[in-house]
């Protein structure tokens, strides 16, 4: 922002940053933009400069959370590095479910998306009929939609709970695939 000759403004954003910290511990899904200036009543303007605000307030090691970005939204997480030393005690109820079947399944899902059941079956080498379900009932994936094919099987792909889950913003953040994992995801006939 900017005053009337030009000169940029600085603003103190404690409050509104203080306010929208409060909004992110209560809410229990990430906000986008919009959402945190609907609930707070500030313009969308004053929303970024506050979440901005808020990120370089937090970093500090006097602050366990921060405000990160997932699935297009805000939300408040632990700082990594305490994370991985909590995730023991506190990751637990969803990670020890996760066979190693399962993470394929997921993975496989992830790269691949939109992607169908057979096709999974096809890279996989094993029907994956319990691992569609189980990531269904966690709402890890979601029917996205059909294939113009015969029979209009189901295509699956990744939910917002998997990329808070894997604490991601977007799908582009999945890790790069070297050529030899690439080939791994690739079926016959495709290029």
């Known amino acids: 922002m900017r005053t009337a000759s030009g000169e940029p ?9 203080a306010l929208l910290e409060t909004i992110l511990f209560l809410e229990s899904e990430p906000m986008d ?15 970024e400069a506050a979440m901005e605000h808020l990120k370089d307030v937090m970093t500090g090691d006097s602050h366990g959370l921060e405000p990160v970005r997932v699935g297009g939204g805000w939300m408040l997480a632990p700082k990594s590095e305490l994370w991985e030393v909590l995730r023991e005690r506190y990751g637990r109820k969803n990670e020890q479910r996760m066979s190693k079947a399962a993470l394929e399944t997921l993975s496989i899902i992830a790269y691949s998306q939109p992607i169908t059941r057979a096709e999974i079956e096809a890279i996989r ?18 029917e996205v939609g059909k294939k113009e094919a015969p029979g209009r099987p189901i295509q699956y792909g990744t939910t917002k709970e998997f990329l808070k889950f894997f604490r991601l913003s977007s799908i582009a953040e999945l890790p790069k695939l070297d050529e030899l994992d690439r080939e791994r995801f690739e079926l016959e006939g495709d290029a």
């Open 33 to 47: 933009e919009a959402g945190l200036s609907r609930a707070s009543g500030l313009s969308k303007d004053v929303v």
């Open 9 to 17: 403004v600085e603003l103190n954003l404690d409050k509104e940053a």
């Open 125 to 142: 080498g094993v029907a994956a009929d319990n691992m569609i379900r189980f990531l269904l009932e966690k709402e890890f994936i979601k």
